[in-house]
Every structure is written in structure tokens, then in C-alpha cells.
């Protein structure tokens, strides 16, 4: 049963606020992504939260939770990631696809792909190694010196990592977001940021507002299990019955063939 946190109890680690909180500041935003990436952005040209793309009506979709282009139109997708997922690294593949089919459109050449940056920030180990940063880019397994230079890049920033690994910012962001000791200008901005979020009462409304549409959704889905499984159990119960039916006959059946042998048998 899944529990949901009143809008109080929310933290940058949750969805709504982390995705609220960097597209109401820029700043904040690019800071976070130079931070990570090592790259220079001057500013942001489009940006989307929450942003959904699905390419076909009946296909599978996907939502961006901040998604944004820069000046020099490079695209990064920043996702909070709070549940531990064994398909992590498949679901940054197909994240990738989608950010590509959207980009490109049908009989366009594929150098007009853009560069694009997948950031997954996890509150657990999503490899298990210790590490606070890890980086993938496609490289050539008979020589590593050789790179496939695609443009695509995939971090993932953990929370529960213990190397020194990373810069004394992004160690500061990372125990914030852990709920751990912190000491830096990172950390203090964001839990200002949090703090004035609380008292946002539009941001308030848009919340209990989605946790309403949630729980409807839960509820409908459970009324449609709920007559599935009625139904489901009507024809399970048919089947069996018949099932039950054949062999009750296939018993008889025999059992009149083996008193016609005993008569058989007294009649000699």
C-alpha cells in the first residue's frame, strides 16, 4: 500500500519539490548541472518539469522529471531516483531512445542529434561499488582509448557512496539529500530553498491536488482488479467445474464398464 507524505514532510529528495525547486531557480539549476558535469552553461534556453514524451498513442511513454535544453543546445534530463530499481541501466537506454526520437525528426540527418547529459541522483549505491559518481560513456572494449563519441553521457550521482570520489560540493549535495551531516553553501541554499518552498500555498494546492488524482487512479485501478478478478474467477470456477464435470463421467464410464465385466464374470 503505497503511504504519501503530506506536503510538509517534503524534502529536495522528493519529486515534486526537487523538480519545483530547480525550475523556479535557474541558478540553482545550472549550478547543479556544472557542478556534475564539469561543463560551463550560460544559461537555459527551454525547460520542462515533469516533462512527458510518449512517441505513439498506445506505446509506453516517458516523464523527464527536469528536463532542459542549453544555449548551446545540449540537452539534460535530471531525475531523482529514491527507490532502489534493478533495470536502472535500462531504463537510462531507453530515456536516451526517447530523448533522441523526440529530438529527431522523421528524414532528418542523425548529426543534428544533440548532445544530451542523463543525470539519475540515487539515494542508495545504484552499483554497489562504494562510489559517490559514476560516469559511462561508449568506448571501445578491445581499446579503451577509443571512444564512439555519440554525444550521449550517463551519471549517476549516489548518496550512499565512501570513496573520495568527488569534489566537496557534490559530497555536500549528496549527504543533504542522505540526510547526513552537511557544511556547505550547496547544502544551506537548498535547505533554504525547501524551507521557502513550505510556505509556497500554490505549490501546496498543486500537491494535495496530484495526491488526489493519485489516489483516484489507485482507486480505479483497484475497482478494475477487483471486477478482472470477479470475472477472471467466474471463468476459473467454469473451467474447473467443467474439468470436474469429464472426470466424474470418465469415472462412471469406468465403473460401469467393470460392473459389466463382474456380471460377465457370474454369468460364466
Not at 543533504?176 to 525547501?194: F, N, P
Not at 469429464?246 to 459389466?260: A, M
Request: aromatic share 8%; with cysteine; hydrophobic share 35%.
Amino acid at each position: 500500500m503505497a503511504v504519501y507524505k503530506s506536503y510538509d514532510e517534503l524534502d529536495f529528495s522528493d519529486d515534486f519539490l526537487f523538480c519545483r525547486i530547480l525550475m523556479a531557480n535557474e541558478d540553482l539549476c545550472i549550478e547543479l548541472v556544472e557542478m556534475i558535469t564539469g561543463r560551463t552553461v550560460k544559461s537555459i534556453c527551454s525547460a520542462e518539469a515533469q516533462k512527458s514524451i510518449r512517441m505513439t498513442a498506445d506505446g509506453k511513454g516517458v516523464r523527464f522529471d527536469v528536463y532542459f535544453e542549453d544555449e548551446d543546445g545540449v540537452l539534460y534530463d535530471i531525475e531523482m531516483q529514491a527507490a532502489a530499481n534493478k533495470n536502472l541501466p535500462r531504463r537510462v537506454r531507453y530515456y536516451q531512445g526517447m530523448i533522441d526520437l523526440n529530438v529527431l525528426s522523421k528524414g532528418e540527418d542523425y548529426r543534428n542529434l544533440k548532445e544530451s547529459y542523463i543525470i539519475f541522483i540515487c539515494t542508495f549505491d545504484a552499483f554497489g561499488k562504494g562510489r559517490h559518481v559514476y560516469s559511462f560513456e561508449n568506448t571501445c572494449q578491445e581499446d579503451v582509448g577509443i571512444r564512439l563519441e555519440d554525444g550521449t553521457h550517463k551519471i549517476f550521482l549516489c548518496t550512499e557512496g565512501n570513496m573520495a570520489d568527488c569534489s566537496e560540493k557534490i559530497k555536500d549535495l549528496l549527504n543533504y539529500i542522505g540526510g547526513k551531516e552537511t557544511k556547505g553553501e550547496m547544502s544551506d541554499r537548498l535547505k533554504r530553498e525547501v524551507e521557502k518552498a513550505r510556505k509556497q500555498e500554490e505549490w501546496r494546492l498543486d500537491y494535495m491536488t496530484l495526491l488526489e488524482k493519485y489516489r483516484e487512479e489507485r482507486e480505479e485501478g483497484r475497482a478494475e482488479g477487483r471486477a478482472e478478478g470477479r470475472a477472471e474467477g467466474r471463468e476459473e470456477g467454469r473451467a474447473e467445474g467443467e474439468q470436474e464435470r469429464r472426470k466424474l463421467l470418465s469415472d462412471i464410464e469406468k465403473l460401469q464398464k467393470e460392473v459389466e465385466h463382474l456380471k460377465m464374470m457370474i454369468a460364466d
